[in-house]
């Protein structure tokens, strides 16, 4: 069966460690779906246009065939996104939903969350500074949750960190160039 990582991001700007994320994530599956969508929980300086264009950026600098974005995916809501991707690729595919470690926690609060639990796997990327509670993966497990976490530690690197210390080493070249050009996070 062919599987599919689902990896939707907020990211404001996206990073040198989703770069990292997508390039492991790569070798593992047979096709990365990637998307910027809003996330209901935060607030953002780049609109969702300017963050979709950057997440482009950054898989073109990867080069990897089996990275692409797809804009049509991204939805405020994951439940959603998961019903437009098996849309694209039918009910023959086990799709493996990406989030970071500091989501784990959040999870149980999203809409619909028994729903969409039933229809992928996560795959639990360890952030730094957010440590992965037993009580959260116990909270999914009685949700019917089904989860593995990732063997990689993404990079020390946030967005939140770019855009409160304007960190340049945080993002990538062609990102760095496109948040230059379009005059971003000033």
């Not at 404001?12 to 910027?36: F, K, N």
């Not at 990327?125 to 593995?148: F, Q, T």
């Amino acid at each position: 069966m062919r599987k599919i990582a689902l990896f939707g991001t907020s990211a404001d700007p996206p990073t040198a460690a989703h770069q990292a994320i997508l390039q492991w994530l790569s070798a593992q599956y047979d096709l990365v779906a990637v998307w910027a969508s809003d996330n209901p929980f935060k607030n953002h300086q780049a609109s969702l246009q300017h963050r979709m264009t950057m997440l482009n950026l950054l898989i073109a600098e990867i080069g990897e065939a089996q990275i692409k974005l797809y804009e049509e995916l991204s939805h405020r809501r994951t439940l959603i996104t998961v019903g437009k991707a098996r849309e694209i690729w039918g009910k023959e595919v086990e799709f493996i939903l990406v989030i970071g470690s500091d989501l784990v926690s959040q999870i149980s609060s999203w809409y619909e969350v028994e729903k969409l639990l039933a229809q992928v796997q996560l795959l639990i990327v360890p952030r730094p500074g957010y440590m992965i509670e037993k009580d959260a993966l116990i909270r999914l497990k009685s949700l019917g949750g089904k989860w593995a976490i990732a063997d990689l530690v993404a990079p020390p690197i946030s967005s939140t960190a770019y855009r409160n210390n304007n960190n340049k080493s945080a993002i990538t070249p062609l990102v760095k160039d496109y948040i230059q050009r379009e005059e971003l996070y000033l």
